[in-house]
């Protein structure tokens, strides 16, 4: 049945705060409802238990080029957490993160809800990352979608050579597994995203629609 809502939601930056309520049609209510069943099995991978943390340096030489070291994922704990990505980030999938984003921007019609939901569908898409630094070899991100989208279709959700190659060539002096730290990190971005807005749509079943929300507005966004 369709799911009545009430948003308090407050920015913590300049105390602005702001109401709205509405109803979701049954149909997208269950796309929401699926989305934080899905997030909730992401929060019992070891990757989100652990705290879902990246440390690392990113450091650059004339000659050597850019160079990566840090902390990354065990190799059972990083393919455990990309299997329970996968409904968030596959484009074809009900679930998929900016298609549940464009639900709730529809139907939760208010400009601090709205401004709050940029910021996830940029942390999620790697720009607040980017922001803060760029990693390029000849013009091409490291710390870029398409990098990121070689690097998962190339060793983890698919084997395809092209990506791969395409991937290698940015890496002519050092492995791939150099950039691992800064993928990884990219990753975890898109949980922390995905887990705050399932805890939006949680809250709505909680608390029979009742949805109080506070954020930091961050510098630069509208």
């Not at 702001?18 to 209510?29: F, N, T, Y």
């Not at 898409?125 to 390029?136: N, P």
């Amino acid at each position: 049945m369709p799911q009545e809502f009430r948003i308090r939601i407050t920015n913590l930056r300049t105390d602005e705060a702001g109401e709205c309520s509405g109803v979701i049609p049954d149909e997208e209510w269950r796309v929401l409802q699926l989305f934080a069943e899905c997030a909730n099995d992401l929060r019992e991978t070891a990757a989100v238990r652990k705290g879902c943390r990246s440390r690392y340096t990113v450091e650059f030489d004339q000659k050597a080029g850019f160079r990566v070291s840090g902390e990354t994922l065990e190799p059972d704990v990083l393919r455990a957490l990309l299997w329970f990505l996968r409904p968030f980030i596959l484009k074809d999938e009900d679930t998929y993160f900016l298609r549940v984003t464009g639900i709730l921007g529809k139907h939760v019609e208010h400009p601090l809800f709205g401004g709050m939901l940029r910021q996830h569908k940029k942390r999620f898409q790697g720009d607040q990352l980017r922001s803060m630094f760029k990693v390029s070899v000849n013009d091409e991100l490291i710390n870029g979608k398409t990098a990121l989208n070689r690097w998962l279709n190339a060793y983890h959700y698919h084997r395809d050579q092209d990506k791969r190659a395409a991937l290698e060539s940015l890496h002519v002096d050092l492995p791939v597994e150099t950039s691992e730290p800064l993928f990884v990190h990219l990753l975890i971005d898109k949980v922390k995203s995905i887990l705050d807005v399932a805890d939006i749509i949680e809250g709505m079943v909680r608390r029979d629609g009742q949805v109080v929300i506070g954020y930091r507005h961050r510098s630069g966004e509208e």
